[in-house]
C-alpha cells in the first residue's frame, strides 16, 4: 500500500497490536450469530454493486451513505445497549492502518495536480510522439512504468494518483482505450505493493509470518516477473484490439498540448523516488517532491502561484482588498459564488475526501464483523473442513485472502485480518513462512486493485474525476467507472491465476527446514 518511512518492524507490530487488541476485546452478540457481524459489509458490497455495477453511478459518496445505511442495519442485529457496537464503530475508524493510506492520498494528490498544473501531460504527449508510441504501445508503457515508479517509492496507492492524473489524460488523447489504460495503471500499482520491500503489504507479509523481507522478496520475484510478462503482453494484444475515444479536434489539441518543458517534472518525480528510496517518510519524499514542483512551475514559467494556491475573498473584506497585491489573493464582489480557496494545493487533498470518510466507514464495519466473530468463525470453518491436506490448504490461503479483500478495501487491513489464519494453517502443514508471505502478499495485492469498491481502484477513480475540470476536451464520458476496470487489471488477474495454480500444482512449494516432507505428507 505505503511505505511509511518509518522503521518497518515498529510500524507494523503497532498495526499488529491494533489488530490483536480488535480480536480479543469486547465480544459483540448477534441475533444470528457471528455471521449476522458480517451484515454491514455484506450490505454495502451490494449496494456498491447495485450502484456501480447495474446502475452504472461511480460516485463515492453513494457509497459512503451507502456504508452508512449498512452500519445502522448491522447495529439493529446487535444484542444488548448497542454501546459495544458503536464504540467498535469509533475504534474502527482510528485505526492506524487507514489513517496510514489517508496520508498517502492528500500528498500524492497535491503533487499530482500540482505537477499537472505544470504542464507535464504536455511533456509525455510530446515524448510520446517523438517517440513514435501510439496508442497500441502507450498501455503497456504505462504498465511498466507505473510498476516501476510503485516498487520505487512502495506506495501503490500514490502509483494511481500520480499515474491517473498525469499518463491518462496523455494516453487517452494519443487515442488509447481509457478502460484498458486505468487498467494498466492499477496493474502497475499490484506490482509496486507485491514486490516493493519497503511496501506496507509486503512488511506485514513477512513480519506475520516469521519470515526476514529481503527473503520474501527475492523468493517471490519468479511469481511476480510471470504475472508481468504476461500482463505486458496482454496489453500489447489488447491496446492494438480496443479502441480509443474520439477526442474532438485531437489533432489540434494534441499540437497544443505538446510541450517538451513540461518534461522538467522528471525532476520532480525522481526526487519524490530517491527520497523515499533513501528510507525517508513518504510525507517528507512527497513533500521535497513538491517543493521541486512548485520552484519549476515559477522558474519556467509552467504554471502561476495562483494556479497552485489562491484565497478568493469578498470584496467587503479590507483585509483582503489590502493584501491584493500577494499573487495569492484576489478579491471578488461578495455575492459572487466563487469565494473560496482554489488551486492544486486544495483540488489535490479535496477531491479525496469522499473517499476518506468512505474508507473509514469501511474499516469500522470490518472492525464490527471482527468483534461479532465473523472473520473467526469462517477461518476456523476453512481450517477444519475445507483445509485437509497440502494442496487443499494452499488453496484456502488463496481463496480465503481473496474474499477477506472482497470485504476490506484496505489492502494491508485485509493482509493484517487474514496474517493469523494464515500462518495458523501453514504451520499445520509446516509450510515455509515464505511461501505462506507470498500467498498472502500477492493476493492482497491483487485484488486490492480489482474489486470496483476496493481502496486501490476508488482512488483512481477518484483523481480521474478531477480531469473533466482540469481538461477542456476531457468529458465525463472518457471517466472509467469502477465497475467497467476489472477485467483489464491483467496483472492482478494473472498473479492470482499464478497462484491458484501454484497451490494446486505445488509449484513452488517449500517445507520449514525442521521436518521432513514425507512427515508433512502424513500430517
Do not use: C
Not at 494464515?422 to 480489482?450: C, H, K, M, P, Q
Request: no cysteine; glycine share 12%.
Amino acid at each position: 500500500m505505503v511505505d511509511t518511512g518509518e522503521d518497518p518492524e515498529d510500524s507494523v507490530a503497532e498495526e499488529l497490536a491494533d489488530a490483536e487488541q480488535a480480536r480479543s476485546g469486547p465480544r459483540i452478540e448477534f441475533y444470528g450469530g457471528p455471521a449476522a457481524s458480517a451484515i454491514p459489509i455484506a450490505l454495502f458490497i451490494g449496494w456498491a454493486v447495485f450502484q456501480s455495477g447495474l446502475m452504472r453511478i461511480g460516485d463515492t459518496t453513494g457509497l459512503v451513505a451507502g456504508m452508512l445505511v449498512s452500519l445502522i442495519v448491522g447495529m439493529f442485529f446487535a444484542k444488548g445497549d448497542w454501546k459495544t457496537y458503536a464504540n467498535t464503530i469509533f475504534e474502527g475508524m482510528t485505526q492506524r492502518v487507514a489513517a496510514t493510506a489517508i496520508v498517502a492520498w492528500l500528498w500524492a494528490g497535491m503533487f499530482a495536480d500540482t505537477i499537472q498544473a505544470g504542464e507535464f501531460v504536455s511533456g509525455l504527449v510530446w515524448a510520446a510522439q517523438a517517440l513514435e508510441v501510439g496508442p497500441t504501445l502507450f498501455p503497456a508503457i504505462t504498465f511498466v512504468l507505473a510498476a516501476l515508479l510503485a516498487t520505487g517509492i512502495g506506495t501503490g496507492y500514490g502509483t494511481v494518483i500520480a499515474f491517473v492524473g498525469l499518463f491518462f489524460p496523455a494516453g487517452v488523447l494519443l487515442g488509447a482505450n481509457p478502460t484498458l489504460l486505468f487498467g494498466a495503471i492499477l496493474s502497475g500499482a499490484v506490482f509496486g505493493d507485491n514486490l516493493a520491500p519497503v511496501s506496507d503489504t509486503t512488511i506485514v507479509s513477512a513480519v506475520t509470518q516469521d519470515a526476514d523481507i529481503g527473503g520474501v522478496v527475492a523468493s517471490r520475484f519468479k511469481y511476480a516477473s510471470v504475472a508481468a510478462v504476461l500482463a505486458f503482453s496482454t496489453y500489447l494484444l489488447a491496446g492494438s484490439a480496443m479502441s480509443g475515444v474520439d477526442v474532438a479536434g485531437s489533432a489540434d489539441i494534441l499540437s497544443g498540448q505538446s510541450e517538451a518543458l513540461g518534461l522538467v517534472h522528471l525532476a520532480s518525480i525522481g526526487v519524490v523516488i530517491a527520497t523515499a528510496i533513501s528510507g525517508r517518510h513518504i510525507v517528507e519524499a512527497i513533500s521535497w517532491g513538491l517543493v521541486v514542483a512548485v520552484a519549476a512551475n515559477v522558474v519556467f514559467g509552467l504554471a502561476s502561484i495562483s494556479e497552485m494556491l489562491l484565497f478568493r475573498a469578498p470584496a467587503s473584506s479590507d483585509f483582503a482588498q489590502a493584501l491584493e497585491f500577494l499573487p495569492v489573493v484576489t478579491t471578488v464582489p461578495a455575492t459572487s459564488p466563487d469565494i473560496g480557496v482554489y488551486g492544486t494545493f486544495y483540488s489535490g487533498a479535496a477531491g479525496f475526501f469522499p473517499l476518506i470518510v468512505l474508507t473509514l466507514l469501511i474499516v469500522a464495519g470490518a472492525r464490527i464483523m471482527i468483534r461479532g466473530g465473523g472473520f473467526e468463525a469462517v477461518q476456523n470453518f476453512l481450517l477444519n473442513r475445507v483445509a485437509t491436506s497440502v494442496r487443499r490448504a494452499e488453496t484456502t490461503m488463496v481463496l480465503g485472502t481473496a474474499s477477506v479483500n472482497a470485504m476490506i478495501t484496505i489492502n494491508t487491513a485485509a493482509e493484517i485480518a487474514i496474517a493469523p489464519y494464515v500462518a495458523r494453517i501453514g504451520e499445520r502443514f509446516n509450510v515455509n513462512g515464505y511461501r505462506r508471505a507470498n500467498i498472502l502478499d500477492a493476493n492482497t495485492s491483487a485484488l486490492g486493485y480489482i474489486f470496483p469498491w476496493a481502496g486501490g481502484v476508488l482512488v483512481g477513480y477518484t483523481e480521474m474525476q478531477g480531469l473533466v475540470g482540469e481538461f477542456d476536451w476531457f468529458t465525463q464520458a472518457m471517466l472509467v467507472n469502477p465497475a467497467e476496470v476489472w477485467p483489464f487489471v491483467f496483472h492482478g488477474w494473472f498473479l492470482f491465476g499464478v497462484f491458484i495454480v501454484s497451490a494446486l500444482t505445488g509449484f513452488g512449494l517449500e517445507y520449514t527446514t525442521d521436518r521432513e516432507s514425507e512427515e508433512v505428507a502424513r500430517v
